[in-house]
């Protein structure tokens, strides 16, 4: 079925209970790589909460795009094995906790038609809570239906990129990832079998299971934690990415970054394919 537009729009649940705790933590840092040098104890402290030791167990900030997963506004009839995810958008209104119980609140912010045979983008927000209704994070999610569009909807007004400098990359990263990385992010709530069945992954036309966009998302994280943040997730004010091409399990993602003050720009590529897999991307820390 077509998405039913404009009714869509009006989808929202408030007030939905979620927890998580230090287990669900570490278990995201591993999904996104962190602990693969053993010996690097800034990344430890992010995988290991240190009982003979005494050491505070830190949260990626990323953390926050699993840490209330499936809340949403509502259910929207989609083709599901043509779904991926486009845009992520978090802002940080306090320090995540290592252990919570939260609530969620979620609403469709917009839909905008491409056209039949280009797919639709659905924006979604969910504004997760602590126990006194203070917020923790805002997350604004971009999703690409690519075989929903030609329902009716408009393609005007949707937000404007940030746009990356064009003077040459102050610095740059690679970070590897390993084969079986989209098997150990799935553990932290995306079981979709576009990143773990291979006959489902050639069904969706790709070659075979891809990452999770938002493990994509998560390694960017780490590319300016390590860089610009000194392994510090207070410093996050914002984080935000679009997701330009799928990335695969076993490949380098080497991070180009651009600092202008408080503002990290940065896009992700692949060499080895010569692609562009994330575009638009900036951090804002603290000043």
């Given amino acids: 079925m077509p998405i039913d537009y404009p009714a869509v729009l009006n989808l929202?649940?408030?007030?939905?209970?979620?927890?998580?705790?230090?287990?669900?933590?570490?278990?995201?840092?591993?999904?996104?790589?962190?602990?693969?040098?053993?010996?690097?104890?800034?990344?430890?402290?992010?995988?290991?909460?240190?009982?003979?030791?005494?050491?505070?167990?830190?949260?990626?900030?990323?953390?926050?795009?699993?840490?209330?997963?499936?809340?949403?506004?509502?259910?929207?009839d989609l083709n599901r094995v043509r779904v991926v995810d486009g845009e992520r958008d978090i802002t940080f209104h306090k320090e995540i906790p290592v252990a919570a119980s939260v609530t969620a609140d979620a609403r469709v912010r917009g839909v905008y038609d491409k056209g039949k045979d280009k797919g639709a983008i659905i924006q979604n927000e969910v504004i997760v809570r602590d126990g006194e209704g203070n917020k923790i994070v805002t997350i604004i999610s971009s999703t690409f239906a690519r075989g929903d569009g030609g329902f009716g909807g408009s393609s005007e007004g949707m937000p404007e990129p940030h746009q990356v400098p064009d003077r040459a990359p102050d610095r740059s990263i690679e970070i590897p990832i390993r084969p079986d990385q989209a098997l150990i992010y799935r553990l932290s709530g995306d079981r979709n079998p576009l990143h773990s069945d291979p006959d489902f992954a050639r069904r969706a036309g790709f070659p075979k299971p891809i990452l999770h966009g938002m493990c994509t998302y998560g390694l960017t994280c780490r590319a300016v934690l390590q860089t610009y943040a000194d392994y510090d997730p207070s410093a996050f004010q914002r984080h935000r990415v679009r997701l330009s091409a799928p990335v695969f399990p076993g490949e380098i993602l080497t991070v180009y970054l651009w600092r202008d003050g408080n503002s990290i720009s940065f896009e992700g590529h692949v060499r080895d394919r010569q692609v562009t897999v994330v575009k638009n991307g900036q951090t804002v820390l603290a000043s």
Avoid: Q
């Fill in 12 to 76: 929202k649940t408030e007030a939905v209970p979620y927890s998580w705790s230090d287990r669900e933590v570490m278990l995201y840092a591993l999904g996104i790589g962190m602990g693969s040098d053993p010996s690097n104890e800034k990344e430890l402290h992010f995988v290991n909460e240190a009982f003979s030791a005494p050491a505070t167990l830190k949260v990626v900030p990323t953390f926050a795009s699993v840490c209330v997963w499936g809340a949403r506004p509502g259910v929207i």
